[in-house]
């Protein structure tokens, strides 16, 4: 059972530029969140996808897009790319309807850095 | 609004001794999940432990448990029997609005190091 994953691993992009991040959701879930987590600091949320639409939003400019395509797949959009974009981007997948208890499942990351 | 505060930014432990690491939250949902994540130098978050705000006892898992204490808004880990492999950065997460899906707010994180 593969489990959440990310491409790439890592990526270097010069200031100004456009990323694309993409995150394939563990088996069955159907429920993608993207998260930012700067050096030393706490994941911070950027957007949570669910039935191909952005469902919530952290306090995050619109140069940040994402889109979920209909297997679940997503993808984490950063437009104009600043120095401050360099971060670890985690995606995280779970499955809406659970119940109370629902964990999201993390992939490795995309470690992405803006020169 | 949901905040999650960690005090402690890092802390040593013996091998094979308890460790506690500390979490206070905020927020004024009547509903909401907490969590403890574990992240190694790799960098994927690790799922620890979870504990609902209506469940009556504390969560564990293995060498994991939770003390919650709702009145004073926290959420500690206890970390059993300490490991080398638990040397990572714990973070402390909450999910609030009684949703089953809604999105973490996370704490700053406290780096653990076990010591042989």
């Known amino acids: 059972d593969a489990g959440v994953t990310q491409s790439p691993t890592h990526l270097i992009k010069t200031r100004g530029q456009q990323v694309t991040l993409r995150c394939s959701p563990k088996s069955g879930h159907d429920t993608v969140s993207w998260y930012q987590q700067a050096l030393g600091q706490g994941p911070q949320f950027i957007f949570q996808?669910?039935?191909?639409?952005?469902?919530q939003r952290g306090n995050f400019p619109d140069r940040f897009s994402g889109h979920q395509f209909p297997n679940y797949s997503s993808e984490l959009n950063v437009n104009a790319l600043l120095l401050g974009d360099s971060a670890l981007y985690l995606c995280?997948?779970?499955?809406?309807?659970?119940?109370?208890?629902?964990?999201?499942?993390f992939g490795p990351g995309t470690r992405l850095t803006v020169l | 609004a949901q905040k999650i505060t960690q005090t402690q930014p890092g802390m040593f432990v013996q091998e094979k001794e308890a460790v506690t690491l500390d979490c206070t939250y905020d927020t004024s949902d009547p509903s909401y999940g907490l969590f403890w994540y574990k992240q190694p130098s790799s960098g994927e978050m690790i799922f620890l432990i979870y504990?609902?705000?209506?469940?009556?006892q504390n969560a564990t898992e293995g060498r994991y448990s939770l003390n919650f204490q709702k009145a004073r808004k926290s959420a500690n880990l206890v970390i059993s029997a300490s490991q080398l492999g638990d040397s990572a950065m714990y973070f402390c997460a909450m999910r609030g609005g009684g949703t089953s899906y809604g999105k973490l707010t996370f704490g700053q994180g406290t780096i653990l190091t076990v010591h042989p």
């Open positions: 996808y669910y039935e191909e639409e952005e469902r």
């Open positions: 995280a997948s779970s499955l809406v309807g659970l119940g109370s208890y629902n964990e999201q499942f």
């Open positions: 504990q609902g705000s209506y469940d009556q």
